[in-house]
């Protein structure tokens, strides 16, 4: 099976989409930028390429259009061209000028912890990637990284020598008509990753709840719920007018207690059968707090995070 992270799209002629998702944050926090290079076909077979850009300290967002043609990604890497700009691995290249904006520079990754994954568990899905016929497809690529340069908007500078980013992606025909699905990797206490998403779940003419969820702090502490190895999901309470959810996650290795807040937003455009006109709002300012405690109830680990990404769309 190809590496989620790598391009999938195999000439699908309509209802299909692929974008890669990467998160920016400065080193003093102060700024937050999200950046999402994709393409999409529509149910009437019209191709073309994008790029998001969304900009947390205003909440303004952009969609900047290309034709097809301009789009290339490789299917035995991480590596992904639209027009001029250029995304992979190790970092980015931005040279955009579009009527709607401009938006230019270059970004270094280093220090990269990546998503653990198997031959039987590809991606943070588990099983459920090798089930055809989803509706999204979602994989965690980087879980953190370090980030060193700058990036130009529309004349505005963001300075992000010595700051934090996180890569996944997704792809497949639509994101899920509800769902929520949070990140979180800039806790207070030390250095450590938390990725959380529920959906109701579409195959075969019905639906089912399905969720996953990843913690680690990159010193022994590693922990893995998810539908597909039993793990149960309680207290679930989600209020999208206030933007806010919270639960309780139990599973083989004991229990995570969670909450989150939005905090700000801007809105981003999603697929519906591979056409890009959805709208839905992301934070990538929420507020995250988490508490693991293994088999015995003890506590081995307690933080909030700050600048984690996350949506709610019901």
Known sequence: MRNPAYL???????????????????????HAIALIPGMAVDPDGQHHAFIQVINAESGQTWYFEYPFESFFAAKDQLDIQV???YFNRGGLTLDIHHPKGTVSGQ??????????????????????QFVPGMECYHAVIHLAHRIDGQIVINGQVFDFDGGAGYLEKDYGRSFPQTYVWLQASHFD?????FVFSRARIPWLGREFP?????????????????TYNRSKLSDWQ???????FSGILKGPA?????????????????????SMH???IESIRATVQVELTDRAGKLIYEGSSTEAGMEISL
Not at 10 to 15: D, E, L, V
Not at 210 to 226: E, M, V
Not at 238 to 244: K, L, Q, R, Y
């Open 107 to 128: 970004l270094v990754f280093s220090q990269i912890r990546e998503f653990p994954v198997s031959w039987h568990t590809p991606s943070i899905m588990g099983p459920f």
């Open 278 to 280: 959805r709208e839905i």
């Open 254 to 274: 004991g229990q995570l207690k969670f909450s989150a807040q939005m905090v700000g937003g801007g809105t981003l455009r999603a697929p519906v059968d591979g």
């Open 83 to 85: 027009d001029k700009n």
């Open 238 to 244: 989600v209020d999208a007018t206030n933007g806010t």
């Open 189 to 193: 206490n030390r250095e450590a990753s």
């Open 8 to 30: 999938q799209y195999q000439g699908k002629n309509k209802r299909y989409f692929e974008g890669w998702y990467f998160k920016c944050i400065s080193q003093d926090r102060q």
């Open 210 to 226: 399905g969720f996953f969820a990843y913690f680690t702090d990159f010193q022994g502490i590693t922990t893995r719920f998810a």
